[in-house]
């Protein structure tokens, strides 16, 4: 019996928006692959052979990219929400394409989180503890955007709380689960379900076995402009390993058929897409750059995202901004933290307003 998994790809990406208007956030690309690949990669590491994307927003991308999936070794299939089900209405609607037997463990996986944790670890433990479901925790210094989860002294799971102003504890919901097949199929069918916020709960409350997982290596959850290119940055200079990174890692990765000007300085795990150019003394730092995209001369981007074929003028200086696709800014353009320009907008008179040298 081969291992599979379930992958939540379904949500809209809002705080990703501009970028995830066209392209859904596990598609965008990171460290020069669509995100989702890295994540792919990792559970075929792990023995997952059949996978199952749980889609709901812009599902088509997944599928013209992913096809069946041959190329990176898995069999994978989609099924589409008409409205959007939730995480357990969307695992939920899922099932009847899922092979394994009701006490087979299927892997489950939030579509952006970047981790490091070994999946195989917590599918053994899930085994040795015999339980319903078991969770991936991390710890975080700030858990209010999280589900917290408090164990006892074994590791067994006491309650979930979702996303909770005051916080019991810094031990949180990683986005990873092994569940038992009989749980998925007993979660109800055709409404909006939460594993959050209704199956976790229920499952404690009838005394079902809940297990905690804590592991400490590499964990990110890549729903914000800022995380997103931390990730990319950290997977290019080879903090997390990924087997899906097109290249070696170092402080810049450079994908074919860009065209990077000798001058030019690329640092702090930059990356440049296909058919991308970078002129003389451009400074990129800690960015991603995506393919067809021009940065213009003596011009200084940094932890930046710039999108698909935009292009940015001369001297400019983007610091924490988020560029969408085929946007034109022009020379001189300063933006700051949390700037983010729509696609297809072009910014000739903003350039004056905010010349560096006004
Ligand atoms: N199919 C489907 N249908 N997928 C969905 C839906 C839906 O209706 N809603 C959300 N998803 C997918 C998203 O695409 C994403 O991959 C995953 O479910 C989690 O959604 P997010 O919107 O990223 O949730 P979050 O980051 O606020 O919180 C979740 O992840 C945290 C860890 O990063 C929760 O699981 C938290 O408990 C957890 O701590
Ligand atoms: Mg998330």
């Known amino acids: 019996m081969s291992l599979e998994a ?22 965008l690309p990171l460290a020069g692959v669509p995100f989702l690949t890295h994540q792919l990669a990792r559970a075929r590491a792990a023995g ?15 599928e013209a990219h992913f096809g069946d999936g041959a190329d990176l070794g898995l069999r994978l299939e989609y099924v589409t929400e008409v409205e959007p089900l939730g995480t357990g209405g969307g695992i939920r609607n899922v099932a009847g394409r899922l092979e394994s037997d009701p006490d087979d463990p299927v892997l489950i996986l939030n579509g952006d989180i970047l981790s490091g944790h070994d999946i195989a670890a917590q599918l053994e433990l899930h085994r040795s503890s015999g339980a319903a479901v078991t969770l991936h925790l991390v710890e975080v210094a700030d858990p209010r ?3 917290c989860v408090p164990t006892d002294a074994a590791g067994r799971v006491a309650a979930f709380l979702e996303k909770m102003p005051d916080p019991v504890t810094t031990q949180v919901n990683a986005g990873c689960y092994v569940f038992a097949r009989r749980v998925i199929d007993a979660i109800p069918t055709g409404r909006p379900v939460s594993v959050e916020r209704d199956t976790f709960p229920g499952l404690l409350a009838a ?28 997977v290019v200079r080879g903090l997390l390993a990924s087997p899906a990174l097109p290249g070696t890692t170092g402080e810049s990765l450079v994908l074919g058929g860009a065209a990077v000007d000798p001058s030019a300085v690329l640092s702090g795990g930059t990356v440049v897409g296909p058919g991308a150019r970078i002129e003389a003394e451009a400074q990129v730092q800690g960015s991603i750059i995506a ?68």
Not at 11 to 26: E, M, V
Request: proline fraction near 7%.
């Open 207 to 234: 005394g079902e076995v809940v297990t905690g997982y804590l592991d400490s290596s590499y964990w990110l959850d890549v729903g914000t402009p800022a995380a997103f290119v931390q990730g990319s940055a950290d």
């Open 48 to 62: 997952v052979e059949h996978v199952v994307l749980a889609t709901s927003y812009r599902p088509e991308v997944f």
């Open 291 to 358: 393919a067809g995209a021009v940065v213009g001369p003596g011009t200084t981007i940094v932890d930046s995202i710039v999108a698909p074929h935009a292009s940015i003028g001369g001297r400019c200086s983007l610091r924490q901004v988020v560029v969408a696709d085929r946007a034109r800014l022009g020379e001189r353009v300063e933006l700051t933290a949390g700037a983010r320009v729509w696609p297809d907008i072009e910014l000739p008179d903003v350039a004056i307003r905010f010349s560096s040298d006004a």
């Open 6 to 27: 379930v992958v939540l790809v379904g949500g809209k990406g809002t705080r990703l928006r501009p970028l995830t208007i066209d392209t859904p956030k596990p598609m």
């Open 145 to 147: 955007a999280f589900g």
